[in-house]
Antibody, heavy 120, light 106 residues
Framework: EVQLVESGGGLVQPGGSLRLSCAASGFTFSDHYMDWVRQAPGKGLEWVGRIRNKANSYTTKYAASVQGRFSISRDDSKNSLYLQMNSLETDDTAVYHC???????????WGQGTLVTVSS | DIQMTQSPSSLSASVGDRVTITCRASQGIGNNLGWYQQKPGKAPKSLIYAASSLQSGVSSKFSGSGSGTDFTLTISSLQPEDSATYYCQQYNSYPVTFGGGTKVEI
């Protein structure tokens, strides 16, 4: 069974940093691209970014709203995905989901998410 | 960026109704479109990929159609458990973008 479990969320002040983790199990993690998607309270889904697999040089793509502030990484030996968030803003307040990218490029499995609250 | 516009933003229908949700892309995306269902407090669930292909394990009452800029998601016979918000998503080009969502109430 595919499982994705996020952790690391919490309350942080504007300008602060936070690192989210996503623990994957039930599939060959190293084969897949992985995404982060966020959802502000009461709002829709917003794609944050993607990291490709080793075969594609672990290259990354980001939404313009987080480019330069957020960084996605992965550790295939630990079946883990990470989101380093710096210079956090109040608009970054959201539930952050990690998601597996299928061979068809849809997000076929999602974690439950971890809440990040940016507030003074 | 490609803008994805869903309509309606919400709808109310009865058990057994056939429901159609529309998604329009601001430029052509081929068939690089997915549909997701999200229930309150839950993670999104993938329903459809490549505009019309049913995800494994998903009920055949869900169907998708369209290509280019205009797409639809149809629920053939609405049931109480289908109460949720539905999102379309384009993955034709970066950044990946989602529609604003359609809230379906029974």
């Amino acid at each position: 069974e595919v499982q994705l479990v996020e952790s690391g969320g919490g309350l942080v002040q504007p300008g602060g940093s936070l690192r989210l983790s996503c623990a994957a199990s039930g599939f060959t993690f190293s084969d897949h691209y992985m995404d982060w998607v966020r959802q502000a309270p009461g709002k829709g889904l917003e794609w944050v970014g993607r990291i490709r697999n080793k075969a594609n040089s672990y290259t990354t793509k980001y939404a313009a709203s987080v480019q330069g502030r957020f960084s996605i990484s992965r550790d295939d030996s630990k079946n883990s995905l990470y989101l380093q968030m710096n210079s956090l803003e109040t608009d970054d307040t959201a539930v952050y989901h990690c998601a597996r990218v299928s061979g068809n490029y849809v997000l076929d499995f999602w974690g439950q998410g971890t809440l990040v609250t940016v507030s003074s | 960026d490609i803008q994805m516009t869903q309509s309606p933003s919400s709808l109310s229908a009865s058990v057994g109704d056939r429901v159609t949700i529309t998604c329009r892309a601001s430029q052509g995306i081929g068939n690089n479109l997915g549909w997701y269902q999200q229930k309150p407090g839950k993670a999104p669930k993938s329903l459809i990929y490549a505009a019309s292909s049913l995800q494994s394990g998903v009920s055949s009452k869900f169907s998708g159609s369209g290509s280019g800029t205009d797409f639809t998601l149809t629920i053939s016979s609405l049931q109480p458990e289908d109460s949720a918000t539905y999102y379309c998503q384009q993955y034709n080009s970066y950044p990946v973008t989602f529609g604003g969502g359609t809230k379906v109430e029974i």
